[in-house]
């Protein structure tokens, strides 16, 4: 059983307000993503983590922000919502493996976000 | 697609037929996983295949990887109603280990 949270899973907000979706996990991890998703669409790297004091931004282009002070947070931040930011936030842990190996990743289950 | 594409990009099998999902991939990679989405959830990995390895199965689940035509194959066999849940192919590239690229996904659905 995985052990990565995300909160909270549903936010409606109005446009302008500042947010912070949240995710956490226990299992040590050192490396951490967040990826957006629309309904029934691909995923999209928008950020990722080696570790401590580290993060690099994705392949999409995204108007939110990332900090990683301890290994187990990594939450995700919009200063200022808009309509376009509506959609699914996916955030996924996986273990450091040296080489070209990749740990597999550990999904949350989401967090919902509607601007209106 | 920033790295993946999926093909058919939706399925509908009879209980108990076979399921074939495709994914083609643009730059080389280090290694390819299939994750499994059922709607609104997170994604669960399912298996992960490395670059010098050609076929790989697991349970229900056979994977197979052509390096040279950049694609790969998720055949699950003898299909099951709780199969039914969309499928993604997600790459490693080659020029940055801790990337992982997902692809568009294929949404199957499994009639009783």
């Known amino acids: 059983e995985a052990d990565i949270y995300q909160t909270p899973r549903y936010l409606v907000i109005g446009t302008g307000k500042k947010i912070t979706l949240e995710c956490s996990q226990t299992m040590g991890h050192d490396k951490m993503y967040w990826y957006q998703q629309d309904p029934g669409m691909e995923l999209h790297l928008i950020h990722y983590s080696y570790g401590v004091n580290s993060t690099e931004k994705g392949d999409l282009s995204s108007e939110s922000t990332v900090s990683r002070i301890r290994t187990e947070h990594f939450p995700l931040t919009l200063e200022s919502a808009r309509p376009s930011h509506t959609s699914q936030y996916l955030c996924a842990s996986s273990e450091f493996k040296p080489g070209p190996d990749t740990g597999e990743l550990f999904f949350g289950e989401g967090s919902r976000l509607t601007v209106l | 697609s920033q790295q993946g594409e999926e093909d058919p990009q939706a399925l509908s099998i009879q209980e108990g037929e076979n399921a074939t999902m495709n994914c083609s991939y643009k730059?080389?990679?280090?290694?390819l996983q299939w994750y499994r989405q059922n709607s609104g959830r997170g994604l669960v990995h399912l298996i992960l295949?490395?670059?010098?390895?050609r076929e790989k199965h697991s349970g229900r689940l056979r994977v197979t990887l052509d390096t040279s035509k950049k694609s790969s194959s998720l055949l699950i066999t003898a299909s099951r109603a709780a199969d039914t849940a969309s499928y993604f192919c997600a790459t490693t590239p080659y020029s940055s280990a801790s990337k992982i690229i997902f692809g568009s996904g294929t949404r199957l659905s499994i009639r009783p």
């Open positions: 295949i490395r670059s010098n390895e």
């Open positions: 730059t080389s990679i280090n290694n």
